[in-house]
């Protein structure tokens, strides 16, 4: 076997960058994490995060419409999807449902655009904190899926973005606590 062969043994080996128009990233990129303890029973946490979702997403900031009497829709099974709803009707898909499993976790393909051409994967997990109230997990992962250049690019967006949005969750826990 020569340098040629093994080369074209490496270059068959590798995962592929270039799936019809989509660029695959080269190096892994860190997922975005994110917790959160808010004082909601596990049920009523996952309820508010999906369910409820509505009632807390800062649309003002965090809309693809940019609609900000739009409202969102959290379509709660496999094969649902986060969607944006406009006031004219118009709807804006954010992410598919690909797990889900009420009140411990759910698992999107997200893919905020008006155009997606990759999603990457946002994990949410529930667990009861041992000092009361739950645990929550946000794991956004699959940079890789953007490139190179869009991959690390989005991650650092996103790092800061999740704070902004989990903001108004958390306090609409609290909230509720305090209507309780």
Do not use: C
């Not at 590798?14 to 917790?35: F, H, Q």
């Not at 004082?39 to 419409?65: N, V, Y």
């Not at 997990?125 to 946000?138: C, E, I, K, W, Y």
């Amino acid at each position: 076997m020569n340098e040629t062969d093994i080369e074209a043994q490496a270059d068959a080996a590798r995962p592929p960058t270039d799936m019809g128009g989509m660029r695959l990233a080269t190096t892994s990129i860190e997922p975005v994490r994110k917790e959160r303890t808010v004082p909601l029973t596990q049920s009523a946490a996952f309820e508010l995060f999906t369910a409820r979702m509505e009632t807390w997403w800062p649309l003002t900031s965090h809309s693809l419409s940019g609609d900000q009497n739009s409202t969102v829709r959290f379509e709660q099974h496999v094969g649902g999807r986060v969607v944006e709803v406009t006031t004219n009707g118009d709807e804006h898909s954010w992410a598919d449902v690909i797990a889900w499993d009420p009140p411990h976790r759910f698992v999107l393909a997200w893919h905020p655009s008006p155009q997606p051409v990759a999603a990457t994967i946002l994990e949410v997990r529930f667990q009861p904190a041992p000092g009361g109230g739950t645990n929550v997990d946000l794991e956004h992962r699959g940079w890789e899926e953007l490139g190179d250049e869009s991959g690390p690019a989005a991650r650092d967006q996103y790092m800061t973005g999740w704070d902004h949005v989990l903001a108004p969750f958390t306090s609409a826990a609290s909230a509720a606590t305090s209507r309780l």
